[in-house]
Structure formats: structure tokens, C-alpha cells
């Protein structure tokens, strides 16, 4: 029976101690197992990259225990809702990293400005296109560039994101 499923993505950089990798991967595997969620969820010493999905109020709940588990500041979710599960079971792993770089000298945490910083509303972004040297860079592979980009920006001509780092 199809059923509206509420589809959420979080992901935080923030230093995740190696020795508890594991034990952070049990529960949240435990936890989404009991709350029927299915997706996947990566765990790194640099922090977290997920997208799951579940019943609207299975959902809220795993997203309250993922706040009180992953601790730090509030976490911020995006959801969508789609008429069917996108996923067939829950995945919780630990990788070396939650975005594949192969740059173990970033450290992202110490890279990440203060929000009023680093955050633009439409207009402002506008603005900057319009009137400010920017240089836009699409990270984007190219299949995704090929759906669609801004045309000031710079295509890098990438298949896989692992190729960012050499082409920058």
C-alpha cells in the first residue's frame, strides 16, 4: 500500500571520537530498525551524511534521537515527502569519510564560517552574481551539470566528486 513517507537528509561536520564510532553506529542502527526507517547513514571521525526515510511520525522520532544522540548544535533536516519508500533497508556505516575527498589534511570543522558568514539569501546571492568578482564553481558531475547549471559557472568536468580536490 503506497503511503506518504516523509524523506529527511541531515549532515553535520563535527569531530565524532574514532572509539565511538562503532557504538554511535549500533544504536542508530538499533533506533531505525525499531522506528522502521530505511535510508542510509554515514559515520566518520569528521561527523555524519544521511538520508532516510520513514513514516511521518517514526520519522520525527528518530530525528529527535538523532539530535539527543549526535548532541552539539541544533541539527537541521530537509525533508520531502514521496508517495512511496525510496529505500529498501537501513544502512548505518562507518567510513573514513562522509564526503570522499582523499584529503586527510582538511579538516572541515576548522574550514566551516559562522553562518551569518557564510549564508546568502536569494537577493544577496543575486546581488553578488551580479555585481561582485565571484567565481562560481559547479561541483557538480556531469550528468547533474548536464540537467542544469548557472551560466557564469565554471564546469569542472567531473565525474565522481573524489575528482574535486585536483581540479581546484
Not at 42 to 52: A, D, H, R, V
Not at 82 to 106: A, H, Q, S, W
Request: charged share 30%; proline share 5%.
Amino acid at each position: 500500500m503506497d503511503q506518504n513517507i516523509l524523506i529527511s537528509t541531515s549532515y553535520r561536520f563535527q569531530p565524532l571520537p574514532e572509539d565511538q564510532l562503532e557504538s554511535l553506529r549500533f544504536h542508530i542502527e538499533q533506533k531505525g530498525l525499531e522506528l522502521n526507517i530505511k535510508g542510509l547513514f554515514l559515520l566518520s571521525t569528521e561527523g555524519f551524511n544521511s538520508t532516510w526515510a520513514g513514516l511521518e511520525s517514526n520519522n520525527l522520532e528518530f530525528k529527535a534521537f538523532l539530535q539527543k544522540t549526535l548532541s552539539g548544535e541544533p541539527l537541521v533536516f530537509l525533508d520531502s515527502w514521496y508517495n512511496k519508500e525510496p529505500f529498501r533497508i537501513l544502512r548505518v556505516k562507518i567510513r573514513k569519510e562522509i564526503v570522499t575527498l582523499g584529503r586527510p589534511d582538511l579538516v572541515p570543522w576548522e574550514l566551516e564560517l559562522k553562518k551569518e558568514e557564510s549564508h546568502l539569501n536569494p537577493e544577496e546571492w543575486q546581488d553578488w552574481l551580479k555585481n561582485k568578482k565571484v567565481h562560481l564553481i559547479d561541483t557538480r558531475n556531469d550528468y547533474e551539470v548536464e540537467i542544469g547549471t548557472f551560466k557564469q559557472a565554471l564546469n569542472l568536468n567531473i565525474k565522481d566528486f573524489q575528482e574535486f580536490p585536483e581540479k581546484v
